[in-house]
Structure formats: C-alpha cells, structure tokens
C-alpha cells in the first residue's frame, strides 16, 4: 500500500470522526434546561421569566426549548400550535425543581405572574387539578386574554 493511500485514509476517519463528535455536541439536551432567569423572554406573552415558581417550558418536536412565564401562557401558546411539544415542564411552585407534565398538578393560587392562579406541584399532592384540567381552565378563561383581570394578593417570590 502507497503512503498517499494509507495517509488518505486516516484524513477520512479523522474528519468523519471529528463530524460525529459535532452532530453529538449539537444535540439538544434532554429533560428541563434552565432559563436566564429576568432576561429570558415568555414566548407567548414575551415579559420576562422573573418569578421561578410560575415558570413554565416546553421543547418542540424540533428540538428548541421556549419559556413561558406562567403555565396559563403555556397553555394558550400549545393550543395554537398545530403539532404536539416533544416535552413539556413546568416550575415547582414551592421547590427549585422542574416537573415533567405526567408528574405535575395544578394548585389553584390568589397569584400568579399573568393571573391565571395555577401553581404547579407533584401531582400526589391533595387539592390538585390535572395539567388537563389546568389547560381547560385557561382555554375557557375570560376573553382567553393574555393578561386576565386578577388582583396581588401577595409579592412576587423571590429566587
């Protein structure tokens, strides 16, 4: 065998090697990834994610991860979608952790960032409506507007 052949060779693994190691770099990663917290914007009402336990994501069958800053505009944004998420999170109400939607209930709660009152817990949880109910809730809310009449009955939680 010729040096050039043998030399050739190499260059062709060494290149096809160096593509897989990018293809599995580029991958999206799995489970919730963390937003910038008061920089990342909602992707149906576009405020920004300052309120942890309100906050809300979901990954497209694509593989791009939006944020949403209250699970009510999670909620509106799925039902104008006309392909299902690939995965859906929702924030802790009371707990620094993420829950994928089958482990989740909703808490009706006097606040949240958009007031539509849902506050996400395990779905073991006593006094818990499904994520379905939740979705429901929302969809049939008043004039399903983005930001519904709703008063502050107490800060927003700090992070």
Not at 11 to 36: D, F, I, N
Not at 37 to 63: I, K, N, V
Not at 110 to 139: H, K
Request: glycine share 8%.
């Amino acid at each position: 065998m010729s040096s050039k052949f043998v030399w050739g060779v190499v260059g062709l693994l060494v290149l096809l090697a160096a593509g897989a190691a990018v293809v599995v770099l580029q991958r999206s990663p799995t489970g919730p990834v963390e937003p910038a917290w008061d920089r990342q914007a909602c992707a149906h009402c576009r405020m920004h994610l300052s309120e942890p336990p309100f906050a809300a994501q979901l990954r497209t069958a694509e593989g791009e991860v939006l944020y949403f800053d209250d699970p009510g505009c999670l909620f509106l944004w799925e039902a104008q979608q006309s392909r299902p998420p690939a995965a859906v999170y929702f924030r802790h109400l009371r707990e620094p952790r993420w829950l994928a939607e089958a482990e989740t209930g909703f808490l009706r709660v006097d606040y949240s960032p958009m007031g539509w009152g849902l506050g996400a817990v395990d779905r073991r949880e006593p006094g818990t409506i499904s994520p379905e109910e939740a979705r429901q809730a929302v969809l049939s809310g008043p004039g399903k507007a983005a930001h519904p009449p709703g008063e502050r009955t107490h800060e927003p939680a700090a992070h």
